[in-house]
């Protein structure tokens, strides 16, 4: 059959077509539908700015055909568009069992495959299949409404009811949770809210459900996760027996690592306590790790209810101090005060803080700065070189490293072939993804190249990549002349090595120049300079303006460049290069409303930057890219070291911004200078760090935590600097969330928490929600001897009134 007689109609008809050839006649147009679906599917400009396939309609006939054509095994399976449940179940029919088990498992995550695949396994003609995308089906099932209650789908849906004590038993993730997908939807369509009208029915087992609600508990899910199972089962309203029986696992949880399971089960003891059927001496032998953890009302339920057990059973009084002894060092005073008062003790009195000071440093003038701190470690060998790209392809958010493997490929470029061969697979499925991140792609590009495929080089393009681009296609044509290699971590080129070079290759060429100037450190720049009155070619004159020297009257490109690396604190360079580089760039920060409406961070600077119309300066892009990039591009942060500040202030806003579970990492761009080559921080890198600390994101929070250890071990960072910074965020802090981390630093550095408590308390309300945290550890600070608290501070803390807990622990702060 004729190709084009094939591909006509309806996917429906196309298939019914293709399944009435033999074996052979598909296997012959093989070639021809894989060219025709590459062909209609490709992605391309249809109108200006108008994007699409290339012939969608065709593009869909084609991949009905080849459905029923290709390998079981065949990975273009996964790129193939099905037309609906029908298509698939009519192909996986003429399928094999073996074949059809193999095509199932690799659409299953696929909405319209998971229901065909679905009704297949209930009819028998397909194995079951239990992988995380088949539970994950359900999820997208019953977010398509079609305007029933959860319930109501439920109970017609086969075997749903079933097979739902089986997802019900499965932690799930992202969105394909019970808890993720109540969060956003209607009463009536939530799970929690169908499990209750079908337990009423007696649709669903109603005991078994608050058995399995406990179990689930007991496995410690992710808090937001197992926070679901226990809403569900307080929303069963256990009956006074069935608390009763099952008061032994509420006992166990108490040991849970989770702090809202914990108080969920000393809750739940507590209610059988008044039912006066508690298991006395089970229950303390649990209580104390639910006095010992985290969260002060639960650990003060905790004791309350040790107390009333020993009050009527004396004999217990020897396990109920058990529980008053685990309360003894926690974190909150008032419940370290119910237990001394319990226990009749004294105390352990903390050990004195010993007086230390911490300046507030201020960066120096930028011709003082020392940047050339750690060197880079070039790999000088094949081997060396394979081994570095390797871990590029597996990582690529490595900036140093690919600086450094570039200049190494340039060195043994011509022994390289046999050396990468063992990397060809990975980087050739990197290069083929359509969309995959601009970086990856060049580094795969260039593992390629150098292994003599044929490869498309980087196109040119404007921006910070532009060098990249640059390097890689020089590396695969053979000219590389990388007189702007870095020579030291964050991206940094000693001036003297690079006037050497420049002494070597007069006429490099104008990328690696610009490059070159835009990564000059301010050390050696007097030498340099001297060894630069040597300097031939057509840069010459800009080379020594750049480290000091004489003015110049080019306007291009380069000298824009030069005019950057000699005043890079300018906001204007074109106004540099006139002699007029106009005052130092200063920083601020507020928060609130965009302009769409959201709250966000804005780190702003003023005057505000100038983007000459030059290919690229070192600047980020003001528009849109012309190539995706990816969501952490940490090679922003060492294509010019004088952006440094700008990508801090960018990372901190986009942080703030999407502090969500599985955001964008984001941080990996801008925090671990911090702790490679400590310097002080400017504002952004101030607010930066202030902001990690204000995060729930647990990657960001730990990069944070650990850059504001590093620097105040240095004393690069001021106490205070960072509690202005804090306030900065003011009215949306959670104190709660806030004050660990503060905490966690204070068991290294209490005289800086102290100040940096000090500066941010006047900034926020009094009535600022859970705001008794911040004061009790400033309480606790000072009563340690970490110092005393200002004028201001005292004036503010005058505002509390009354018996709340902030209130006490304003008392306590205040004395």
């Given amino acids: 059959m004729q190709l084009n007689a094939l591909l006509t109609g309806q996917p429906s008809e196309v298939l019914t077509r293709t399944l009435e050839l033999s074996r052979a006649e598909r296997k012959a147009l093989l070639p021809e539908l894989i060219a025709a679906f590459k062909d209609s599917s490709e992605f391309i400009e249809i109108e200006p700015n108008t994007y699409g396939a290339r012939n969608p309609l065709r593009g869909q006939q084609a991949a009905t055909a080849l459905w029923a054509v290709l390998p079981a095994g065949d990975p273009l399976l996964r790129r193939l568009w099905i037309a609906s449940p029908t298509i698939l179940e009519r192909v996986l029919q003429d399928r094999s069992l073996a074949e059809r088990k193999t095509i199932a498992l690799r659409k299953i995550g ?53 097979e739902l004590w089986e997802l019900l038993a499965i932690e799930g993730n992202g969105d394909a949770s019970f808890a993720a997908f109540d969060k956003y939807v209607r009463d009536e369509d939530k799970w929690s809210t169908a499990l209750l009208e079908l337990t009423e029915t007696g649709e669903v087992d109603r005991a078994r459900l608050l058995d399995l609600t406990l179990d689930i508990l007991a496995r410690d899910f992710a808090a937001f996760r197992a926070q679901w ?54 229950a303390l032998q649990h209580l104390p790790a639910a006095a010992a953890g985290r969260g002060a009302a639960t650990a003060k339920l905790a004791l309350k209810l040790a107390g009333r057990i020993a009050d009527r059973r004396p004999e217990l009084t020897h396990l109920a101090d058990e529980v008053f002894e685990a309360a003894l060092t926690h974190e909150a005073s008032d419940v370290r005060a119910l237990a001394t008062a319990r226990l009749g003790v004294t105390p352990h ?138 020579t030291h971590q964050g991206g940094w080129l000693d001036p003297v090595v690079f006037v050497s070079r420049m002494l070597e290759h007069p006429d490099a060429a104008e990328d690696d120049v610009v490059d070159a100037l835009l990564r000059l450190a301010p050390d050696t720049r007097p030498e340099a300079l001297a060894l630069a009155s040597e300097l031939t070619g057509p840069y010459a004159g800009s080379i020594r303006y750049a480290l000091g020297g004489p003015a110049i009257e080019q306007t291009g490109w380069v000298a824009l460049a030069a005019a950057r690396a ?152 001021g106490p205070r600097a960072l509690g202005a910074a804090l306030g900065v965020l003011g009215p949306l802090l ?58 201001a501070t005292e004036e503010w803390l005058a505002g509390f009134k009354g018996s709340s807990k902030a209130a006490k622990a304003a008392s306590r702060l205040s004395r």
């Avoid at 319209?112 to 009704?119: D, F, G, K, M």
């Avoid at 089906?137 to 977010?143: P, Q, V």
């Fill in 110 to 162: 696929h909405q319209t495959a998971w229901e065909a695949i679905r009704r297949m396994i209930l009819d028998g003609d397909l194995e079951p299949i239990r992988t995380p995308e088949y539970h994950a089906g359900w999820f997208r099932w019953a977010g398509r409404f079609g305007g029933k209650p959860l319930a109501e789908r439920l109970r017609t849906e086969p075997e749903a009811l079933t």
């Fill in 229 to 282: 199972y226990a809403a569900l089962h307080e929303a069963l309203a256990p009956t006074p027996d069935e608390r009763t029986a099952a008061q032994h696992r509420y006992a166990r949880l108490c040991g849970s690592g989770l702090p809202r399971t914990v108080s969920f089960a000393v809750k739940a003891l507590s209610l059988v306590d008044k039912q006066g059927t508690l298991d006395d001496e089970i």
């Fill in 349 to 486: 009195e903390a050990p004195v803080i010993e007086t230390t000071e911490y300046p507030e440093p201020e960066r120096p003038p930028w011709d003082q700065r020392k940047t050339l701190t750690i060197p880079l470690e070039i790999p000088d060998t094949p081997a060396a070189v394979a081994e570095a790209l390797s871990s590029l392809l597996a990582d690529p958010d490595q900036a140093d490293l690919l600086l450094a493997a570039l200049d190494g490929a340039h060195r043994v470029a011509g022994e390289l072939q046999d050396a990468l061969k063992p990397l060809v697979k990975r980087a050739a499925r990197i290069a083929d993804q359509k969309y995959s991140a601009a970086v990856p792609k060049m580094i795969a590009t260039l593992v390629l190249g150098l292994t003599g495929r044929d490869v498309v080089h980087p196109p040119q393009v404007d921006g910070w990549r532009r060098p990249l681009h640059h390097r890689i296609t020089t590396l695969l044509e053979g000219t590389a002349v990388p007189v702007s290699a870095a």
């Fill in 566 to 717: 000699r005043y890079p604190e300018s906001a204007d360079p074109a106004a540099a290069l006139r002699g007029e580089p106009g005052p130092r760039i200063t920083w601020t920060a507020k928060v609130g409303p965009n302009d769409y409406g959201a709250t966000s961070l804005g780190i702003e600077q003023t005057p505000e930057a100038v983007s000459p119309k030059a290919p690229w300066l070192g600047v980020l892009f003001d528009g849109p890219a012309p190539e995706w990039l990816g969501f952490t591009e940490c090679h922003e942060a060492v294509s010019s070291p004088y952006d440094r500040d700008a990508l801090e202030a960018s990372v901190a806003g986009n942080l703030f911004f999407n502090d969500i579970e599985s955001g964008y990492p984001v941080e990996k761009a801008a925090l671990p200078p911090f702790l490679d080559s400590p310097s002080i921080p400017g504002f952004p890198g101030t607010m930066l760090i202030a902001t990690t600390l204000a995060l729930k994101r647990p990657a960001a929070v730990q990069l944070g935590t650990d850059a504001a250890l590093t620097l105040l071990d240095r004393r690069m960072l």
């Fill in 734 to 791: 959670i104190t709660t969330r806030l004050t660990p981390r503060l905490s966690v630093i204070a068991n290294e550095h209490p005289v800086a928490v102290l100040s940096t408590l000090d500066t941010l308390l006047p900034k926020l309300e009094p009535s600022h929600r859970g705001i008794f945290a911040l004061l009790e550890l400033a309480a606790d600070l000072v009563e340690r001897g970490a110092g005393t608290i200002s004028d």
